[in-house]
């Protein structure tokens, strides 16, 4: 029972990582109608300019912290210009190809610089957990649990509270009658890719001193979150959330009692169940096409 | 424009050489290929880059069906091709099997394996395709390192066999290039084969592509299957070719290097696939320095796949291609022998489509309710109503392409109520788009083509090539078209694509024909010859169900009328009775 628990917790850690990826995919899947495929390399660069600033250049944490994540916003804004805006009218195979060329060049291009030793990042607080009863908790791992739980909210006040969050939910229903009520629709998009970059990034950041830091850990990290996405309920966010926590706990008990050299399959294998016998997953509609 | 004679009959049409006579060119050439490649003397570094390029190309060649020919994405081609390599490594070493034993069980299991993904995932939209082909080339990836005592893990499997028949290099060189010929003959075929052509139709538009009666989910089945299979194939001339196989063969890296193969080559054709990966596999390898740092050569892949998508989206081979469509759309199509036939088949009674009862509701619109129409053969029935009454909705629903809340449909006798569209086509129905759906990468021929490859046409005999040009020119020629067929969608006028969308529903012979709002967007020249064309059709016994909001056309061209408002229907009957009915006239200008 202890060890139930404790798989627990550590299951909705790395689970709420798969969230918060999830939630960068879902946004800018409503916005775009595009999957981003390098999502998960965002998380994988972010984590490793931390290494570059904490690390490598020794400096203050908080402070690499909000320069990665400004280094972030600066990548989201590059990735709209070079990848997604010049394909913005063709159809969505041309574009989710080239955010598969993107996240390969991202990649090998972190590997080309930085070699492929995975590098440790150190985690946020000094003191490594409390023991709760049985359950021992990981400060990382709540720290983790914590920021996913003010994300989700900070998410949903800014989408469903704001005037800016308005404006781009009216993009990503119908571009055409938001620019005709003045909304800029190629300003959305740019703030769209440059948030999801963020959040992508700061799941990177949170994450990295659970796993290594190494340059697989964005495509592993993608791939669960995409298949949060669609256990979940594809583009729905409160979906994505679901998924992505019970994804987490069902690879950690996974690994704990089946087999650890395959704990990354069981997402696959969740995944394809879901396919067959779900498709609109959890919370979605039936996957319907227009005529 | 006519014919000299008319006496000509369809068999005594100019055929063309036999197809194998006309091709005799490429088998030689390939011929010659093969023999320089069993008799060069070549060293074993140039041996080895050969070996390589023509095994890859094969598994490229999947890629250009899949993608190319049928727009379905596939991310994981090298682990389709690591399993005919394992097949042919584990069987020829472990198990002390035959090499082609081993050979075609490869491709039995990749075909198997990509059957399944494919049905498990090519109901849904394109990303689900991406998304689980890399998670399967992940788990694939896990099990060639982890499943040790199956695959020897990490180390890899050596000392694999080849054939007895080419034991020597350049002898089973010479066998991989024969290999390749074979299959770049077929897939550079494929498209004007009947599965071909399905597959194009469901690349440009799927729905389309179901009204005109194919299986839009197993030609995407098929087609990702073919290129597993071709994968597998690939693989397993890999690891006779190397005796040496290991997992970094296979791994995802070497799947987008199969990808931006197929792109820079052009991802249509088979030819643009032979040039993309051989220019991949040379470049390279002259540029080796790259290779000194991990990651810098993916990396400029990676680049290479953003640049080629945004700048060159039809590869190299696409420029070539471009201007052998140009000179294609010159060429006249043979002028048609006999003008257009229609013989709706009538197996049923006096009525051919019976609707009764028929809802359609989504959540709690009740877009169409309770619905009847009972639409008698030959002659012009039309479906009117005020905008949002639910005339497109039944359309829809009468088609397949919406699931009927409640309700019957009986065509010609045959209940089609939870038929798929393909086969509410198959039946006998026929139909138009309000928004026309044209298969644009296609010549108008090639449109209507593929409507008289309907299942279930009588008129198209065996359904041979010839048989098939013959009716689709027909029916081009009953729209005026019939100079124009070789031309791309592209360069026809919007009313011009209507004719050629009615064009190819007249092909395909149906029972009945569904014109959704065919006079929208058409000018007054256009809107007389539409009108004149309902007649010529229903003058051949044809019966129509028309949609529209033009009261002139639908009052001069329908006997009978049945008008919708709000979702049910509020009167029905003869036309002229129909329009001064008092609930008609309120619901279109409003009552007092």
């Known amino acids: ?291 | 424009m006519s014919a000299p004679s008319d006496n000509m009959t369809m068999t005594a049409l100019p055929r063309a050489k036999p197809l194998l006579l006309r091709h005799l060119p490429y088998f030689i050439a390939a011929a010659i290929l093969v023999a320089l490649a069993a008799t060069m003397r070549f060293d074993g570094y140039i041996l080895n880059v050969l070996m390589q390029a023509t095994t890859f190309a094969i598994a490229v060649f999947g890629l250009s069906v899949v993608l190319g020919l049928c727009g379905q994405i596939n991310l994981a081609q090298a682990a389709f091709f690591g399993f005919g390599a394992y097949a042919v490594g584990i069987g020829t070493t472990d198990l002390h099997l035959s090499y082609w034993l081993c050979l075609v069980a490869g491709c039995v299991l990749a075909l198997g394996a990509g059957a399944f993904l494919g049905m498990s995932t090519l109901r849904l939209g394109g990303h689900y395709l991406a998304m689980v082909t890399i998670s399967f080339q992940q788990i694939v990836t896990l099990v060639m390192i982890n499943a040790i005592g199956l695959t020897h893990g990490p180390d890899g499997v050596s000392n694999i066999g080849r054939p007895d028949l080419f034991q020597t290099a350049q002898g089973y060189l010479a066998f991989c290039v024969a290999m390749l010929a074979i299959i770049g003959y077929f897939v550079w075929h494929l498209p004007d084969t009947r599965l071909g052509r399905a597959m194009r139709a469901v690349r440009d538009n799927e729905l389309a592509a179901g009204v005109s009666g194919i299986d839009v989910f197993r030609t995407k089945v098929y087609a990702f299957a073919l290129c597993a299979a071709l994968g597998g194939l690939a693989g397993g001339l890999f690891a006779g070719g190397f005796a040496y196989v290991s997992p970094d063969q296979f791994s995802f890296a070497e799947s987008i290097v199969f990808l931006t193969m197929s792109l820079l080559g052009g991802v249509a054709s088979p030819i643009g696939s032979a040039i993309g990966t051989g220019l991949l596999i040379l470049i390279p390898e002259w540029l080796r320095f790259l290779k000194s740092v991990p990651g810098l050569y993916l990396a400029i892949y990676g680049l290479f796949v953003i640049l080629i998508i945004r700048y060159m989206p039809d590869g190299i081979w696409g420029f070539i291609g471009v201007a052998l469509d140009r000179w294609r759309s010159r060429i006249k199509a043979p002028a048609a022998a006999a003008p257009l036939l229609l013989k709706p088949a009538s197996v049923g009674g006096d009525i051919v489509l019976e609707v009764t009862g028929l809802s359609k509701h989504f959540g709690g619109l009740k877009a169409v309710d309770g619905v009847d129409i009972a639409v008698k053969r030959g002659g012009v029935h039309a479906l009117i109503g005020p905008n949002g009454s639910g005339k497109t909705t039944t359309l829809n629903v009468l088609s397949g392409l919406y699931k009927a809340t409640s309700g019957k449909i009986v065509l010609d006798g045959t209940d089609i109520t939870t038929m798929p569209p393909h086969r509410r086509t198959a039946a006998g129905l026929g139909r138009t788009f309000q928004n026309i759906r044209l298969f644009r990468s296609m010549t108008a021929l090639e449109n209507v083509e593929i409507g008289a490859e309907r299942p279930g046409n009588t008129l198209i005999g065996q359904g041979g090539d010839a048989a098939l040009t013959e009716r689709a020119m027909e029916a081009l020629t009953f729209v005026g078209l019939g100079s124009r067929a070789n031309e791309l969608i592209s360069s026809f006028s919007y009313g011009h694509q209507r004719l050629i969308e009615i064009a190819r529903a007249l092909a395909a012979n149906p029972t009945l024909l569904l014109l959704d709002e065919p006079a929208a967007g058409l000018n007054s020249t256009e809107k007389l010859e539409l009108h004149e064309l309902l007649k010529r059709i229903a003058a051949q016994g044809l019966t129509i169900l028309i949609i529209d909001h033009d009261m002139t056309l639908v009052s001069e061209a329908a006997q009978h009328i049945t008008v919708l408002n709000f979702g049910r229907r509020i009167a029905d009957g003869e036309s002229m009775a129909v329009l001064r009915h008092p609930d008609v006239v309120s619901a279109y200008l409003g009552s007092e």
């Open chain 1, 1 to 291: 029972m202890d060890l139930v628990l404790q798989l627990l917790f550590t299951g909705v850690g790395i689970g709420a990582v798969y969230a918060l990826v999830a939630l960068g995919f879902v946004l800018i899947f409503r916005a775009t109608n595009v999957v981003n495929f390098a999502q998960g390399e965002f998380s994988m660069v972010a984590a490793y300019l931390m290494v570059v600033f904490a690390v490598d250049l020794g400096w203050p944490y908080w402070l690499s912290f909000l320069l990665a994540l400004a280094g972030m916003a600066l990548l989201g804004v590059i990735f709209n210009l070079g990848v997604y805006y010049p394909l913005r009218h063709r159809s969505f195979l041309p574009v989710i190809i080239a955010t598969i060329g993107a996240s390969i060049l991202m990649a090998n291009s972190v590997l080309a610089i930085y070699g492929p030793q995975p590098q440790v990042l150190q985690g946020w607080f000094e003191t490594p957990g409390i023991q709760l009863g049985p359950v021992y908790l990981d400060s990382q791992y709540l720290l983790i649990i914590a920021v996913t739980i003010v994300m989700v909210i900070f998410n949903y006040w800014f989408f469903e509270r704001t005037m800016l969050g308005k404006k781009l939910q009216a993009t990503s229903q119908d571009k055409e009658m938001a620019s005709l009520l003045g909304i800029s629709v190629s300003t959305m998009i740019m703030i769209t890719f440059i948030y999801s970059a963020v959040l992508g990034g700061l799941a990177g950041i949170l994450v990295a001193p659970v796993l290594f830091v190494s340059i697989q850990m964005g495509s592993t990290i993608a791939l669960k979150a995409f298949a949060a996405t669609i256990i979940g309920g594809f583009g729905d966010v409160a979906g994505a959330i679901i998924g992505g926590l019970a994804l987490g706990v069902i690879e950690t008990f996974g690994a704990a009692y089946v087999s650890v050299p395959y704990k990354d399959g069981f997402a696959f294998l969740v995944l394809v169940l879901f396919l067959i016998f779900r498709p609109q997953g959890i919370f979605g509609e039936r996957v319907a096409e227009k005529a």
